[in-house]
């Protein structure tokens, strides 16, 4: 006899999902994306861009891996829920210090399994990201009606700052950088090392890896950090960090303080969020797309060299090329969809790219960008 169903996924047109529930018990709104990545499912529920996301997994063997601490992308998970083929599998991994249903319990996060996960990714393509309510009850007691309307309802992400909500309190420093064999965390080779202000929209813990592993003593500040408290630190670079939400939403502080920024002599390198930022800061807009990119084998081209990257990305908004200013190059392309992947400015040393060189989970094609920065901090004390 088939289980009765104890977890819910109703979208805001009225297409209802039924499954098993795993992980917190409860229910939430958000919106609805797909991953695509094979790896990682852990990385990504602790992505902070996730916020306010639930995301549902292509890659059916979600839970295989289990969870480990050291793959935190920050403290918590912050995507709202998640959407799997199957109920998780047992962790088979020796790096692995808990179960992930048992982490996502722990951590209040909601699963669903047992969901035609094809079916639903081919909702999401054809009619955007929708709006979504995920419930878990153990009792398998669902207001379907009560919830579409909820899904219905919802205000959606855009307009939504919510850069503001999962950046850090307060100011602090970061010197770990990339992760190696056997399990420990490296230090940065660099005798002198750049003084970086990295702001924090909701960064992602191997972003500052990267820059502290490429040769900078970086500083990070709370997403409303004006642009003297920047300053104050003496930046020999300023880094802008990825985060959820729509970038357009942070017009009244991370766009004005960036345009501060900008009349500085300053190396400035923006990922995601922080390029769709710097994009708006240059007089640019942002657009929202269809159902976004979010996975780790995204093709990009470096329009100035011809060179193919695979990348990793998440994001739902893009920055629009048609409104790139005279004097702001775009650099990379995405060969999906012709969407924008990155800018540079012209005879300044500030460029920033849409996708995610950090990885993790992901290749690592693109890592050459962290040296670009630390390259550009060289010169300058040069
Ligand atoms: N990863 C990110 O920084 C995401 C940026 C933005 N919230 C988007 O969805 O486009």
């Given at each position: 006899m088939p289980q009765k169903p104890t977890a819910c996924l109703a979208l805001a047109d009225g297409t209802v999902f039924h499954g098993q529930g795993f992980g917190a018990v409860g229910e939430v709104v958000a919106e609805l994306v797909f991953n695509t990545a094979m790896t990682g499912y852990q990385e990504i529920m602790t992505d902070p861009s996730y916020a306010s996301q639930v995301v549902t997994f292509t890659f059916p063997h979600i839970g295989n891996t289990g969870v480990t601490e050291q793959d935190d992308e920050a403290p918590e998970p912050v995507a709202s829920g998640i959407v799997v083929k199957w109920d998780p599998t047992e962790p088979s991994n020796?790096?692995?210090?808990?179960d992930l249903v048992d982490w996502m319990t722990r951590r209040g996060r909601i699963g669903i399994g047992g969901v035609d996960t094809r079916r639903l990714t081919r909702a999401i393509r054809q009619q955007g990201s929708p709006h979504v309510v995920l419930a878990h009850d153990p009792q398998g007691n669902f207001d379907i009606a009560a919830m579409v309307a909820k899904a219905r309802d919802w205000q959606g992400i855009?307009?939504?700052?919510?850069a503001k909500e999962v950046s850090c309190r307060q100011s602090y420093r970061w010197d770990e950088g990339l992760w190696s064999w056997p399990g420990t965390f490296g230090q940065s080779e660099e005798k002198k090392p750049f003084r970086v202000v990295a702001v924090d929209y909701g960064a992602k813990r191997n972003i500052l890896r990267s820059l502290a592993q490429s040769g900078a003593e970086v500083t990070v500040l709370p997403a409303t950090a004006t642009a003297e408290e920047v300053l104050a630190h003496d930046p020999e670079g300023v880094f802008l960090s990825n985060g959820p939400?729509?970038?357009?939403?942070t017009g009244t502080y991370a766009v004005p303080m960036i345009r501060e920024l900008l009349d500085r002599d300053l190396p400035i390198f923006g990922i995601c969020l922080g390029h769709q930022m710097l994009a708006l800061a240059l007089g640019a807009s942002t657009i929202k797309m269809n159902h976004g990119h979010h996975g780790a084998n995204h093709p990009v081209k470096d329009v100035e060299t011809g060179k193919v990257e695979i990348t990793s990305m998440n994001h739902g908004f893009a920055v629009d090329a048609q409104t790139l200013p005279e004097g702001v190059i775009e650099t990379h392309v995405s060969l999906f969809d012709g969407s924008n992947c990155g800018l540079r400015v012209a005879e300044k040393p500030v460029f920033s790219v849409q996708?995610?060189?950090?990885?993790?989970?992901?290749?690592?094609?693109?890592?050459y960008l962290f040296e670009r920065f630390t390259e550009a901090m060289r010169a300058r004390r040069a």
């Open positions: 020796w790096r692995a210090s808990a855009v307009g939504l700052d919510l939400g729509d970038p357009a939403a996708y995610h060189p950090e990885a993790s989970p992901g290749p690592q094609d693109s890592t």
